[in-house]
């Protein structure tokens, strides 16, 4: 299996930058179609567990569009094949004293390239000694 072939990391990286973007200016369509759609698609968020496309869709078309800016202070992208991959971030948003974090599976599936596993957490900002 080949990690990270050029091609293929392109492709990842582009999606996931249309997630981002599709993300924090709370574009629900973008985000509803790179979600798989499929009762086997989970995500686990901040405060919910949400399993199947629908629960993640219901919760996306009822989440405030306000406060979804942030910047991402370290990624982590890696390819294994032609048709997977996962997605790793740290982000923070102004005002919060949390670190947030975000998992995503991707596979690339007939419809192309979709979020199949998420997962956001936070935690706090490591004190200085």
């Given at each position: 299996m080949k990690i990270n072939q050029a091609?293929?990391?392109a492709?990842?990286?582009?999606?996931?930058?249309?997630?981002?973007?599709?993300?924090?200016?709370?574009d629900v369509a973008v985000l509803d179609e790179?979600?798989?759609?499929?009762?086997?698609?989970?995500?686990?968020?901040?405060?919910?567990?949400?399993?199947?496309y629908a629960e993640i869709q219901a919760f996306r078309a009822a989440r405030p569009a306000a406060g979804l800016a942030r910047t991402v202070t370290r990624?982590?992208?890696?390819?294994?094949?032609d048709?997977?991959?996962?997605?790793?971030?740290?982000?923070?948003?102004?005002?919060n004293d949390k670190i947030g974090r975000q998992?995503?599976?991707?596979?690339?599936?007939?419809?192309g390239w979709r979020i199949v596993a998420a997962h956001v957490s936070a935690i706090d900002v490591p004190k200085e000694a």
């Amino acid at each position: 299996m080949k990690i990270n072939q050029a091609q293929v990391l392109a492709e990842v990286e582009a999606v996931f930058a249309r997630y981002e973007a599709a993300l924090t200016s709370n574009d629900v369509a973008v985000l509803d179609e790179l979600f798989w759609r499929s009762p086997h698609v989970l995500r686990y968020g901040g405060g919910e567990n949400l399993y199947g496309y629908a629960e993640i869709q219901a919760f996306r078309a009822a989440r405030p569009a306000a406060g979804l800016a942030r910047t991402v202070t370290r990624s982590s992208i890696t390819t294994f094949g032609d048709d997977m991959a996962t997605a790793n971030i740290e982000f923070i948003r102004a005002g919060n004293d949390k670190i947030g974090r975000q998992s995503q599976t991707w596979v690339r599936l007939a419809e192309g390239w979709r979020i199949v596993a998420a997962h956001v957490s936070a935690i706090d900002v490591p004190k200085e000694a």
